[in-house]
């Protein structure tokens, strides 16, 4: 995703899509969040000639860093993050293909 989306005179996205800060906005300017506080991106009621901050500063390597874990036991119940959640299954799913050869090699 990029950092920042630009729209036309018609407010439409296609004026451009950038991952540094474009041109011809003041570096005071105030940008717009593209996405409201639930993660809902805004392209319906998009305005014209104004700047969207996607992700803004907080890209790394070029990349938009917005949560993956979007719902569920793990978000809500649990307060896991990302890489906790990313741990977890990883340890699942190791364990499930440990316990599935096990099986194999056992009924032979």
């Not at 439409?12 to 906005?25: H, I, L, M, N």
């Given at each position: 995703?990029?950092?920042?989306?630009?729209?036309?005179?018609?407010?439409?996205?296609?004026?451009?899509?950038?991952?540094?800060?474009?041109?011809?906005?003041?570096?005071d300017y105030a940008a717009k969040d593209y996405f409201d506080v639930n993660g809902t991106?805004?392209?319906?009621?998009?305005e014209p000639n104004t700047m969207y901050e996607v992700c803004g500063s907080k890209v790394?390597?070029?990349?938009?860093?917005?949560?993956?874990?979007?719902?569920?036991?793990?978000?809500?119940?649990?307060?896991?993050?990302?890489?906790?959640?990313?741990?977890?299954?990883?340890?699942?799913?190791?364990?499930?293909?440990?316990?599935?050869?096990?099986?194999?090699?056992?009924?032979?």
């Open positions: 995703a990029p950092a920042y989306i630009t729209t036309d005179a018609d407010g439409s996205a296609t004026a451009g899509f950038s991952y540094t800060w474009p041109s011809g906005f003041a570096s991106a805004t392209t319906g009621t998009l790394k390597t070029g990349l938009c860093n917005k949560r993956l874990l979007k719902g569920g036991i793990a978000l809500t119940d649990w307060k896991m993050t990302d890489d906790g959640a990313g741990a977890l299954l990883a340890i699942l799913a190791l364990a499930g293909l440990c316990s599935c050869l096990f099986c194999i090699v056992y009924s032979l």
